[in-house]
C-alpha cells in the first residue's frame, strides 16, 4: 500500500460511496431502504452550511473508507461544532491509516472553518475503532440517550 488519500465526495464516487456506507450500515448491523440511500446522497451536495458531507479515503486506487460529517450550532460557543456521524474502513484496511487519515481531514475541515470542537459517537464494543478514536482525541465521558 502506497499512503492513504481522502477526497471530498465527488457526483463520479456514488458506487464507492454507497459500497461503503453498505459496509457501514452492516457493520451496524443495520439496512436502510433505498429511499434513504438516495436522499442522503442528494443531501450530500445540497447548498448550505448545515447540511451533511462527505469525504473518501483511497488507497493503492481504490476507494477504502468513507466518512460523513455535519456542521451545526450550539448554545455554548460562537462558532459550529461538526459532528462526525459515520466513519467507516474496509475490514481489509482496519489498522492500516484509513481511520486516522479520514478523522485528520475532518479536522482540517473543521479548522479552516474555525470550528474547534469536533465529536462522534461510538459503541461501547467497538473496540478496533475506540484504539484509533483514544489516540486522535479526548474520551468524554457522556453517555448517549435516545427516545429509542
Aim: charged share 25%; with cysteine.
Amino acid at each position: 500500500m502506497t499512503g492513504v488519500a481522502v477526497h471530498d465526495l465527488t457526483p463520479a464516487d456514488y458506487a464507492d460511496w454507497r459500497r461503503l456506507w453498505t459496509g457501514y450500515l452492516t457493520f451496524y448491523k443495520t439496512a436502510l431502504p433505498d429511499e434513504i440511500y438516495d436522499t442522503t446522497w442528494r443531501r450530500l451536495f445540497a447548498p448550505g452550511e448545515f447540511e451533511p458531507r462527505g469525504a473518501l479515503a483511497i488507497a493503492d486506487g481504490r476507494a477504502v473508507g468513507l466518512v460523513h460529517f455535519i456542521q451545526h450550532r450550539t448554545c455554548w460557543s460562537t462558532a459550529n461544532n461538526l459532528y462526525l456521524q459515520d466513519l467507516f474502513a474496509d475490514p481489509d484496511m482496519r489498522g492500516k491509516g484509513v481511520g486516522r487519515a479520514l478523522i485528520e481531514a475532518v479536522y482540517a475541515k473543521a479548522d479552516a472553518a474555525g470550528i474547534r470542537n469536533v465529536y462522534w459517537m461510538t459503541q461501547e464494543d467497538n473496540a478496533v475503532g475506540r484504539r484509533l478514536y483514544d489516540r486522535v482525541a479526548r474520551r468524554t465521558g457522556f453517555i448517549e440517550y435516545d427516545r429509542g
